[in-house]
């Protein structure tokens, strides 16, 4: 029993030291030094511990404020989302607020709004799942990370959207899922997404569905800029969609949305 954990503990800390050569000698993997802090790294362990993560794998993506590891599972493929806790949002904020004694627990207050935004896209995934999306189904949250189903075959992660293309009625087809998914995660799921365009919508390659992913930012209605946030994912689903012939005006779009009853 000592022995597996031990082996496995060894495995995530030599693919962690892989990827920190690899990003030395090339830029391809711009797996940042300061992803795995030391916390991160103890939690990941713990996940390993509890047996959530068998084995880590490479990274899918390296963005700005998380970065997305492929992981085996017990029984499945699994993709880990590790938010930065050094992202570039809170380094301006930083900047004016470090080495102000007033502000000397701002290091704790940081990662305490990164641990609830792990949360909350943990949350927000399983009210969009309950409401009928096809979205990843989470599994766990530790701390900044968030261990969830891997959308793709092999290893190999679906596509998002803005990489493929389809012939019209595929398009169209595709469009009325995001649509209707728009409208189930406002009126069911009582959410709006808020970073909703063909950079957060990936496409099962088998039968062309779209799968909406990326919900930390997703808000309840009642917040204040609820409504700012849907008429703006409007106008970006709009904007994609006109190539494959959509003519309805981000208008009809929104009162489909928010009043629709089919
Ligand atoms: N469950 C998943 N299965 C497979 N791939 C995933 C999954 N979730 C995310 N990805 C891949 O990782 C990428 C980044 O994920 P996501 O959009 O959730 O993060 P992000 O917040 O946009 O990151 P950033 O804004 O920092 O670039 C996605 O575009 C997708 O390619
Ligand atoms: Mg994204």
Not at 143 to 168: C, H, Q, T, W
């Amino acid at each position: 029993m000592t022995r597996t954990i031990d082996k496995s503990l060894k495995h995530i800390d030599n693919k962690i030291n892989q990827m920190r050569t690899k990003n030395k000698d090339s830029d391809h993997f711009k797996v940042k030094d300061n992803v795995f802090d030391e916390a991160t790294l103890n939690a990941l362990h713990k996940l390993f511990r509890k047996r959530y993560i068998e084995a880590l794998g490479g990274p899918i993506s390296t963005g700005k404020e998380a970065n997305v590891f492929l992981a085996e599972g017990e029984d499945k493929e699994l993709a880990i989302k590790i938010y930065r806790i050094s992202s570039s949002t809170f380094r301006a904020m930083e900047d004016y607020i470090l080495g102000d004694p007033r502000f000397s627990n701002i290091r704790n207050a940081k990662k305490d709004i990164i641990f609830a935004w792990t949360k909350k896209e943990y949350r927000n995934l399983i009210r969009a799942k309950e409401a009928g999306i096809r979205v990843p189904e989470p599994m766990i949250t530790e701390r900044n990370i968030l261990v969830m189903e891997f959308m793709g075959d092999d290893g190999k992660a679906y596509p998002l959207l803005k990489y493929v293309s389809f012939d019209i009625e595929d398009g169209q087809r595709i469009y009325h899922t995001v649509t209707k998914y728009m409208r189930m995660l406002y009126q069911k799921a009582k959410l709006v997404h808020g970073d909703l365009s063909e950079y957060n919508i990936m496409i099962d390659t088998h039968d062309l569905s779209p799968i909406i992913i990326d919900v930390g930012q997703a808000v309840t209605l009642e917040h204040p800029r609820a409504d700012y946030f849907l008429r703006r994912d409007v106008e970006n689903i709009i904007r994609y969609f006109k190539r494959y012939k959509i003519n309805t005006s981000p208008e009809e779009l929104y009162t489909y949305i928010i009043n629709s009853s089919e």
